[in-house]
């Protein structure tokens, strides 16, 4: 399989990914540019000899992108070619505002999922449906995948979900992984064990999910009963487990419809002595697939303290009390939005860094530069426990002041 190599794509700490752009270019320039280059490669690679005559060969879309005019126009370049040994290529990065949290989208939500469905339905009726095979040359997400910008339990129902809606609409896949994110070269061993299990799985099955894979309990409250909504994705509920030992239903938990509900008893038992944290790791059990764990949480609300530092980069000290950061809404005194994206007050949440070892958290350079001087700006940090924190900043040269609440 040969490959023409065109270029940087949208990622920074990506060596030359095949996703061909025109900067400061019409659309009807795009097409033009692109059509050349993918029919240049064509002739040359088709008349140098050899198995280059017939081997198949990658035509990829502008930008690799799987917006419809752009699927017609390689479409019509392929078509033009009258070449049976072609395939077209897309890259697909999810939603947007999923793909890096940005404007309050932390969760694999509907539009997410839509996203996913809606654009592999375009490529599959554009290419697959009339025999042209289709390469999915890339596929992740926009940040490092263990980051914590997007969490982990949304992260796994992402891929779960690309992968088996790739192979159902009959496409070759292939991750990307340029940075030991997923898979250790050193040692071969996979970073999370759960992500090669659902990608292998989704090649002949869905695997069930549930709407959190945190259950948070308080340290200084009461236990009560929580309740999640299960995500079978066409399987059935079997079981749920903790380590090699079943819980019992009706005595640990109650399942009414898609509704599970854990005992507050059984939260008492799993929280154990509340160290901050994770104290339990139950596993959700359906009919096939991979199991769904759950992280028995326990937690106080997180502290924030004041801190001074430079537009180089803060660093805040932070109690997070078992407590994991979800994302950070940031706003000047009249509402605005404060930081690098001016059109949503939820900038993206790699402007930030939680690191729960430390107990620290890493406002970025980037988000600090963005900020206007002397105009203060309030952060409201939010976690996935539902707690909140507010936080204020204000920039005056290179100086930053922070103050909590």
């Known amino acids: 399989m040969v490959l023409p190599i065109l270029g940087p794509g949208p990622r920074a700490q990506e060596d030359h990914p095949i996703e061909p752009q025109f900067s400061n270019a019409t659309d009807a320039q795009k097409t033009q540019y692109l059509r050349e280059l993918n029919t240049s ?14 081997r198949l060969l990658v035509l990829p879309s502008e930008e690799t992108n799987n917006a419809q005019h752009w699927l017609d126009d390689l479409s019509t370049t392929m078509n033009s070619l009258h070449d049976r040994n072609l395939v077209a290529t897309v890259h697909y990065y999810s939603w947007y505002p999923f793909s890096v949290n940005i404007a309050n989208g932390p969760t694999y939500d509907a539009t997410a ?8 339905a375009r490529v599959h009726n554009t290419f697959v449906a009339k025999g042209i095979p289709v390469y999915l040359g890339e596929f ?13 339990g949304e992260m796994l129902k992402y891929f779960e979900h690309v992968t088996y809606e790739a192979r159902a609409n009959g496409f070759t896949t292939a991750l990307w992984d340029a940075a030991n994110d997923f898979l250790n070269r050193s040692t071969m061993q996979w970073m999370v064990p759960e992500m090669k299990a659902l990608i292998q799985t989704s090649w002949r099955t869905r695997s069930g999910t549930a709407s959190t894979d945190n259950l948070f309990v308080s340290k200084s409250s009461p ?28 005595v640990d938990y109650t399942v009414n419809g898609n509704q599970l509900t854990l005992t507050a008893d059984t939260l008492t038992r799993l929280a154990g002595n509340r160290a901050a944290g994770v104290d339990a790791t139950p596993e959700v059990r359906y009919s096939d697939g991979v199991p769904w764990k759950l992280f028995v949480r326990s937690y106080d609300k997180p502290v924030l303290s004041d801190a001074t530092g430079t537009t180089d980069g803060r660093t805040v000290p932070t109690r997070f009390n078992g407590d994991l950061m979800a994302n950070v809404e940031s706003t000047y005194a009249d509402g605005t939005a404060a930081g690098p994206a001016s059109w949503t007050t939820y900038q993206s949440f790699d402007n930030y860094r939680a690191d729960y070892g430390a107990d620290t958290t890493t406002v970025k350079a980037d988000f600090l530069k963005s900020l206007k001087d002397d105009a203060p700006v309030t952060l ?15 920039k005056s040269g290179n100086t930053v002041t922070g103050t909590a609440s």
């Open 41 to 54: 490669f064509h002739r040359i690679v088709r008349g140098s000899g050899g198995q280059n005559k017939d």
């Open 380 to 394: 409201t940090f939010r976690f996935w426990s539902g707690a909140t924190v507010i936080y204020h900043l204000t």
């Open 223 to 250: 236990i009560t009963a929580q309740t999640i909504t299960l995500n079978p994705n066409g399987q059935w509920f079997t079981g749920l487990w903790q380590g090699d030992r079943p819980l019992i239903p009706y």
């Open 140 to 152: 992740g997400l926009l940040t490092s995948p263990y980051s914590g910008v997007v969490e982990r």
């Open 113 to 120: 999922q839509a996203d996913l469905h809606d654009g592999f």
